[in-house]
DNA sequence: TGGTTGTTCGACCCGTGGGTCGAATCGCGA
DNA sequence: TCGCGATTCGACCCACGGGTCGAACAACCA
């Protein structure tokens, strides 16, 4: 029992300093996504996330420079999740746009699901301060822009009927992005589920003939 | 010129006291509910709502016990746009349930394209104190049950076709839920165009046998 | 013209919460 | 065992914002 458990909330493991220091980032990032959430981001004050680790509020501070630098860490991760996955989207040519019309809605509903996703979505970017915001709304807009390539590819292939590009990638990523408003993971409805009918959701909306 | 503008920021008219105080707090939920809208709940100071009304802050405490009441009557507002619309929604029996759904789903968009809709969407109800936010959740339970309800009978009747409601309806939901995170009254698609475009994208996805 | 009620505001109160500082403690290498 | 950097925290600062108070001002009636 010598030392056992040195009693820190950060949970145990030898590795080197600098090692640590981004493993315990990580931690606080994901619990203060979760936190910012549910409760919102205005609405989360820096010792509920403090308390949550069990830590202090200057601890905080030792690892991040500011409370919005959290929020804009959770945004970054949520948006790396979809623009460089581990999986590269496979580029435009290979298969049909439908096939990678499927695979983006499965890899968005993914990362909508995760903490950081999550987060992203829920807490508005008008929080961050200008140069973060521009980042992160540069970021989305890039997704935005792989949907609705895809829609034109698909419109060119005559994989995908619909009337206006515009308009349909928004109700699309409306669908998407409501999600975490009412899907609990520990919930009936598992993740796979949930992906496949919102595939098949979308699908018969843009493949079918009208009436 | 005698009298001619009184300065008062409220506008003119002749009514009767009451009537006036009455004209008065819509004019304050009007500009609360697009303020609130554009920088979030608890980003909006009581002053920034008091100086787009050229008032000051306590006069609004003439008009409202707080800052949680103002938000709770916006969301009131916009629920009852949808639950009590001057044109009620045809009872079940009365016309198909795709007829309906067409009918609740032009409402729900006119609906959340409004000032107080918009409110009611964008800003969570987990601001609002307990009783509040309860009548507030009430409400629009009761508006995702007309949609299941509608979902259910169409399934029945065989005027819609989908493999789970309770999915479909969230996914549809959301698609209306996200159009004032990008849509804006000035732009260049009109709200008809825009309902006309719901519509025809969630009756494809509902109508149309899969593959 | 005075009194009474309805309406508005300047000035203030005070709790909250982001952020800082300096001291204490930990943990490893010598 | 000592020493030094890495890490943690108690206590504090202070701006901001929701909410209040009492006085001024307006409007209507006699």
Redo the contacts with the bound molecule.
């Keep these: 029992m010598a030392?056992a458990t040195?009693k820190?909330?950060?949970g145990e493991g030898?590795q080197?300093?600098?090692e640590?220091?981004e493993l315990?980032r990580q931690v606080v990032l994901r619990t203060a996504a979760r936190i910012y959430t549910q409760r919102g981001f205005?609405?989360?004050?820096?010792?509920?996330?403090?308390e949550a680790?069990?830590?202090?509020?200057?601890?905080?501070?030792?690892?991040f420079?500011?409370?919005?630098?959290i929020l804009f860490e959770c945004h970054r991760l949520g948006i790396e999740a979809i623009t460089d996955g581990e999986t590269p989207m496979p580029p435009p040519g290979e298969g049909t746009a439908r096939e990678r019309l499927h695979e983006f809605l499965r890899r968005y509903v993914r990362m909508v699901v995760d903490d950081f996703g999550t987060c992203l979505v829920m807490t508005g970017a008008n929080a961050l301060g200008p140069e973060n915001r521009a980042e992160v709304v540069g970021g989305r807009r890039q997704i935005d822009g792989m949907l609705r390539g895809i829609l034109e590819e698909g419109a060119r292939d005559g994989t995908i009927v619909c009337d206006d590009i515009m308009l349909t990638s928004m109700f699309i990523f409306g669908a998407m992005n409501w999600i975490p408003h009412w899907f609990h993971r520990e919930g009936e409805i598992n993740v796979d589920t949930l992906s496949v009918r919102l595939v098949a959701f979308v699908d018969r909306a843009l493949l079918s003939a009208p009436q």
């Design positions: 030392k040195p820190r909330p950060w030898i080197d300093r600098g640590q220091y315990k205005h609405e989360t004050t820096l010792t509920d996330i403090a680790l069990n830590i202090s509020k200057p601890t905080l501070y030792y690892y420079r500011s409370k919005d630098e």
